[in-house]
């Protein structure tokens, strides 16, 4: 089934109002010595994928905040880092052939629903906040069972070689989750 039809199923009226809120809500509050320290931890990591400081640290800072952002069940950062990395490997301006744009590979009516413009999709903070809100939402739709929200993330639910992809990459960002989260992804079921 092509991508595009399988996306429809995120076209849920419950995950709008989430992603609505998200972008709505665009303060990020954290903890200053963690983010230092987390900043310092990844950094040299992306330098190695992206060559521009100032686009590393504010994909690093809006993966932190959306992350961490209040009031919402954190995620782990290590998995954001690894689902980008996946999905456009940290290239802001990839396309899919589905049609999803940018580092998380957001689908297009998201913006059009929340009336905003396509093009906000390639821009960094917007595409994070859509992205991890998505992301969140199939978690606590899947009771935090990984592998299921990224396949529902993918809109391939049932399907299990995307969201090993991912969770293998996850392996690959061990780190990026050393300050509140776990130090491996869960074990499979």
Request: glycine letters at 6%; a positive charge; one cysteine or more.
């Amino acid at each position: 089934m092509p991508r595009a039809t399988r996306a429809d199923g995120q076209r849920d009226p419950q995950l709008q109002s989430v992603v609505a809120k998200a972008i709505a809500e665009a303060q990020c509050f954290t903890d200053q010595y963690d983010s230092a320290v987390w900043y310092t931890l990844m950094e040299p990591r992306l330098r190695r994928i992206i060559k521009e400081k100032d686009e590393r640290l504010d994909i690093l800072r809006q993966v932190y905040c959306e992350t961490h952002r209040p009031g919402e069940a954190r995620l782990p950062p290590g998995l954001v880092m690894a689902l980008i990395d996946v999905e456009s490997r940290f290239d802001r301006w990839a396309v899919s052939p589905a049609g999803a744009v940018g580092l998380m590979q957001v689908m297009p009516f998201w913006p059009e629903r929340l009336g905003m413009r396509r093009y906000e999709l390639i821009h960094v903070a917007p595409n994070i906040r859509m992205g991890c809100a998505i992301l969140r939402f199939y978690l606590g739709y899947e009771r935090n069972d990984v592998r299921k929200a990224l396949a529902r993330y993918n809109g391939s639910p049932g399907r299990r070689d995307y969201p090993d992809l991912i969770i293998s990459e996850w392996t690959r960002w061990r780190g990026a989750d050393d300050l509140g989260f776990p130090k491996t992804p869960p074990a499979p079921r």
